[in-house]
Antibody, heavy 121, light 107 residues
Framework: EMQLVESGGGLVQPGRSLRLSCAASGFTFDDYAMHWVRQAPGKGLEWVSSIRWNSGTIGYADSVKGRFTISRDNAKNSLYLQMNSLRVEDTALYYCAKRGSGETLWTFDLWGRGTLVTVSS | SYDLTQPPSVSVSPGQTASISCSGDKLGDKYLCWYQQKPGQSPVLVIY???RRPSGIPERFSASNSGNTATLTISGTQAMDEADYYCQAWDSGPHVVFGGGTKLTVL
């Protein structure tokens, strides 16, 4: 069974850092681009960042550019999000999502359950 | 940056047809997909490549995408379809954009 499991969330003060992890299983991790998507409490989905299978192309939403860094370790089937200079508005449930392939290329065909990040003093 | 606009809410009676719109500049030139999200759950893909249903998604879910508007249609809406629905497309390069989401109420 294909699965994504996020971890690393928690309560952190503004200005501090946090590193999220996403463990993938049940599929060939290094065949796929991976993304982070977040959802603030009671709000909609917001794309955060993406990384190609070989880390060759990386993208960030303007709201996190310069503060967040996405990375992956294909040997460990893991995706990461290093979040620095956190702000109150970064408070959200952070999902790890797998990009599809073939007919589902332009979608996220697998989502984790999310890890909650709360930024508050 | 590219924007997708959805109505915040749509209401429908059980058994009737619900339509949820998603608009964006030349949206018909992009591949659009739709996700369903129920409270406390992760999003689930219900439509991909504008009109196609993943396996396991009921036939009552259909969609279209042309010009500047895409539409998700749920025929014979059931109580279990009550959820938030999000459209999503790819912007330039690796960037992705979601619509603001539409809360579907079945009453």
């Amino acid at each position: 069974e294909m699965q994504l499991v996020e971890s690393g969330g928690g309560l952190v003060q503004p200005g501090r850092s946090l590193r999220l992890s996403c463990a993938a299983s049940g599929f060939t991790f290094d065949d796929y681009a991976m993304h982070w998507v977040r959802q603030a409490p009671g709000k909609g989905l917001e794309w955060v960042s993406s990384i190609r299978w070989n880390s060759g192309t990386i993208g960030y939403a303007d709201s996190v550019k310069g503060r967040f860094t996405i990375s992956r370790d294909n040997a460990k089937n893991s995706l990461y999000l290093q979040m620095n200079s956190l702000r109150v508005e970064d408070t959200a449930l952070y999902y790890c999502a797998k990009r599809g392939s073939g007919e589902t290329l332009w979608t996220f065909d697998l989502w984790g359950r999310g890890t909650l990040v709360t930024v508050s003093s | 940056s590219y924007d997708l606009t959805q109505p915040p809410s749509v209401s429908v009676s059980p058994g009737q047809t619900a339509s949820i719109s998603c608009s964006g500049d030349k949206l018909g030139d992009k591949y659009l997909c739709w996700y369903q999200q129920k409270p406390g759950q992760s999003p689930v893909l219900v439509i991909y490549q504008d009109t196609r249903r993943p396996s396991g998604i009921p036939e009552r879910f259909s969609a279209s995408n042309s010009g500047n508007t895409a539409t998700l249609t749920i025929s014979g809406t059931q109580a279990m379809d009550e959820a938030d629905y999000y459209c999503q497309a790819w912007d330039s390069g690796p960037h992705v954009v979601f619509g603001g989401g539409t809360k579907l109420t079945v009453l």
